[in-house]
């Protein structure tokens, strides 16, 4: 058993306070003032930040292996435009050093999966930053299903000239793949009830089956406000569960957004914002916009999309937005509690609260001041970063 002593807590499910976070077999067991149990090991903490793990609501990470060049790059199956049957946990690279480096920073879950090449890119998983296999670090696979608008398969396969090359043709992609889904997921009905009826499978139909029977959510690529407006009415066709992601311009459509909410819109995933312009696409992006989705009251998620941003610098993002006007609780539920929720792991992590992961990152200033560092990160109970 260990107990951090005396930190000021931060729990993002109630108030800050001074006091303490017991664990015990890789769980939460408790906070509050003066704990104390036999046999333990204490960690003074004192003047230090303690925090739930940072989560990355959106990234790559062991996809695109650091320094690689193509040999670890295994995020974009770039040779269909439709790729359901993919997996990020076949390509994730657990002793890619990324994720030392996002433990060191305090970041303690990631969900990370395939690229935006396809219109369908495959299925994404939650892992922890910390284990010694894929299957030791998964929290929750899948988690979703990659979908892509806007430049990226265009770009991408109008190099093959081959379909799409247009938004039009992303579009009718997207559809005509849900449809046979539907289809598909027809036949497996019926295939219950009577075997003979039971179609030969197919992996990637099978699994856009659980998109469209509502298991399992797209991740939809979205940064033009045309392009999320698109997205969110073949979501609406469909009846189908969907997060927004990137939605860079997101904050110009944010009655639209609200709306969307309403519905089968289960969040905003905001960034990667520290990066240039590096397309067309891009060319409204601001940190401004945390403030302005904030104001509108939509509860948004920041992400890295790393390797674009490494994992270790998603709390100085916050912390730019926090510069641009972003409440610093806003902030720093958007690398908590709310991409957790936005991709429902919040029965896991994104709070300190008994029960949930022990999943823990101590810094030793506020961690949105550039010159704190992260003295200590726990993952699942274990030490997986300390300073010494």
């Not at 769980?27 to 940072?54: A, C, F, H, N």
């Not at 049957?85 to 970041?107: M, S, T, Y």
């Not at 992260?374 to 109970?381: A, I, K, M, Q, Y």
Request: hydrophobic share 40%; charged share 25%.
């Amino acid at each position: 058993m260990l107990i951090l002593k005396n930190g000021n807590i931060m729990t993002m499910a109630g108030p800050a306070f001074v006091g303490d976070v017991a664990i015990n077999d890789g769980k939460i067991v408790e906070t509050g003032k003066g704990l104390s149990y036999p046999d333990v090991e204490i960690r003074d903490v004192t003047g230090m930040v303690v925090m739930p793990g940072i989560v990355d609501a959106h990234c790559h990470i062991g996809m695109w292996e650091d320094g690689m060049g193509f040999e670890g790059a295994d995020g974009n199956e770039a040779t269909e435009p439709t790729t359901p049957q993919l997996r990020a946990i076949d390509a994730i690279n657990p002793f890619d050093r990324c994720f030392e480096e996002a433990c060191a920073g305090g970041v303690t879950t990631c969900v990370t999966g395939p690229g935006s090449a396809n219109v369908i890119g495959g299925q994404f998983a939650a892992i922890k930053t910390f284990g010694s296999s894929v299957e030791d670090m998964t929290l929750r696979f899948p988690v979703a299903m990659k979908g892509a608008f806007g430049e990226n398969p265009k770009r991408v396969y109008s190099g093959k000239n081959k379909s799409p090359i247009t938004r039009m043709a992303t579009a009718a992609i997207m559809r005509q793949a849900l449809i046979a889904a539907r289809e598909y997921n027809d036949k497996l009905e019926k295939g219950k009830l009577d075997p003979d009826k039971m179609p030969e499978r197919d992996i990637g139909r099978e699994m856009l089956s659980c998109v469209i029977r509502r298991e399992l959510p797209l991740k939809l690529h979205a940064h033009r406000a045309d392009d999320i407006l698109t997205a969110i009415r073949i979501c609406r066709e469909f009846n189908v569960r969907y997060t927004l992601d990137h939605c860079t311009e997101g904050y110009m459509i944010t009655d639209q957004l609200l709306e969307a909410l309403k519905e089968d819109c289960e969040g905003v995933i905001i960034g990667p914002l520290l990066s240039e312009r590096s397309k067309i696409e891009l060319k409204n992006l601001t940190f401004k916009a945390a403030k302005v989705l904030e104001d509108a009251g939509i509860d948004y998620a920041m992400m890295t999309d790393h390797p674009v941003i490494p994992e270790q610098y998603l709390p100085l993002c916050a912390a730019i937005a926090v510069r641009e006007g972003a409440s610093e609780e806003g902030a720093l539920r958007s690398i908590t509690i709310n991409p957790a929720r936005i991709t429902g792991i919040a029965d896991r992590v994104g709070s300190i609260e008994a029960g949930k992961d022990a999943d823990i990152a101590v810094f030793s200033g506020h961690p949105f001041d550039f010159r704190s560092r992260c003295v200590l990160t726990v993952v699942n109970g274990r030490i997986a970063h300390e300073e010494k």
